[in-house]
């Protein structure tokens, strides 16, 4: 017998079928890491939802013509650091002066109606999802996302952060929001962020989502 020196072979998958099991994959999954993979199949299968924004941003350019800050809110910028899913996270920041700051998103107008269950007006399911790391352990008062239609029309729902800089997972229902106007949740493109604040700091954000599920993790 002989031993044969160590050799090293190129591998690739011929395709994604049945990956997990369950379907086929598209390319969106392709120079991904496993995470990645994991979550993505996790969240558009297992745990039916929709991303409202997944703070997948290249560059401080582009998360900027995305998000309006108002108020005391001041420019947003990506970190690619402190991330939950994917390979970017958004730091939205503030001078702290009238206690408010305010950023605004236009997403792709889509159909959440499903996630919902009414095409129009107050929710009767679903929840709000998203990652949250506090950039100080005090000064956030309440966080309120407000998803809908537009700016006049749209449901508000708010937390209070945990009293430290960690990632913490939050899902909020949306039939105990405070609606304003009639958001039509057949073309839901209106999406914001409103932070009472006591001083200067910054919230990172990853991974909104909306879910038909409730909370999941």
């Known amino acids: 017998p002989k031993l044969l020196a160590n050799l090293v072979y190129q591998c690739g998958?011929?395709?994604?079928?049945?990956?997990?099991?369950?379907?086929?994959?598209?390319?969106?999954?392709?120079?991904v890491d496993a995470r990645y993979i994991v979550n993505d199949f996790?969240?558009?299968t297992v745990n039916y939802n929709a991303?409202?924004?997944?703070?997948?941003?290249?560059?401080?350019?582009?998360?900027?013509?995305?998000?309006?800050?108002?108020?005391?809110?001041?420019?947003?910028?990506?970190?690619?650091?402190?991330?939950?899913?994917?390979?970017?996270?958004?730091?939205?920041p503030?001078?702290?002066?009238?206690?408010t700051a305010t950023f605004s998103a236009t997403p792709t107008s889509a159909d959440m109606s499903d996630y919902v269950g009414v095409a129009s007006g107050t929710p009767?399911?679903?929840?709000?999802?998203?990652?949250?790391?506090?950039?100080?352990?005090?000064?956030?008062?309440?966080?309120?996302?407000?998803?809908g239609s537009d700016s006049s029309n749209?449901?508000?729902i708010s937390f209070t952060p945990d009293a430290d800089t960690n990632y913490h997972?939050?899902?909020?229902?949306?039939?105990?929001?405070?609606i304003t106007g009639t958001p039509v949740w057949t073309a839901v493109d209106y999406l914001a962020m409103v932070v009472t604040e006591t001083a200067t700091t910054n919230i990172t954000i990853d991974d909104i989502r909306l879910t038909a599920n409730g909370?999941?993790?």
């Open 42 to 44: 996790l969240d558009t």
């Open 215 to 217: 909370s999941f993790t």
């Open 94 to 99: 503030w001078t702290n002066s009238g206690g």
């Open 154 to 156: 749209y449901a508000q």
């Open 13 to 31: 998958a011929a395709s994604y079928v049945k990956i997990f099991d369950r379907k086929i994959i598209n390319d969106s999954w392709t120079d």
């Open 51 to 92: 991303v409202l924004d997944d703070m997948e941003y290249a560059n401080n350019t582009a998360i900027q013509a995305e998000w309006i800050e108002s108020g005391d809110g001041t420019n947003p910028t990506i970190d690619t650091s402190n991330i939950i899913q994917g390979t970017t996270a958004g730091t939205f």
């Open 169 to 178: 997972f939050k899902s909020m229902k949306l039939s105990l929001a405070t």
């Open 124 to 147: 009767t399911k679903g929840n709000v999802t998203l990652w949250y790391k506090a950039g100080a352990a005090t000064g956030i008062t309440t966080v309120a996302i407000r998803v």
